[in-house]
């Protein structure tokens, strides 16, 4: 009976430099490159008007005041608290108070409607 001779497979030892070392490189530019274009794609947000704005921090601050509520002495939540019920109750901190207590008008009617959903 013969023996069978292990097979061993010889490598080049510049297979590092040569092979390895350049789809690494390729890799990581890839990479850093990829960041750079969505980086650079990105649009700017659209600005606020201040009157949302204005809304949109009164209520935070409505929220932040309900939930820190343990935290502050009683006196001084009662009269914050006060003050953002007669705020939110007179429309004060609304962008258009004259539309307070009115619907929403249908944003299918108004083609620059269906632009503010997207």
Known sequence: MAQIE?????????LFYWILF???VVMILT??????????M???????????LREQR?????INLRSNA???????YLARKEYFISAYQS?????????????????MTDPAGMEAMM
């Open 91 to 107: 429309g004060a901190f609304l962008k258009d108070p004259d539309n307070k207590g009115k619907p929403p008008a249908n944003p």
């Open 6 to 14: 292990a097979q061993t497979i010889h490598r080049d030892p510049a």
């Open 70 to 76: 343990s935290v502050l002495p009683r006196a001084s």
């Open 58 to 62: 009164s209520l935070m601050r409505g």
């Open 22 to 24: 350049p789809i690494t």
């Open 31 to 40: 990479g850093v490159l990829r960041h750079y274009a969505t980086v650079l």
């Open 42 to 52: 990105q649009s700017a947000p659209k600005k606020q008007d201040i009157g949302t």
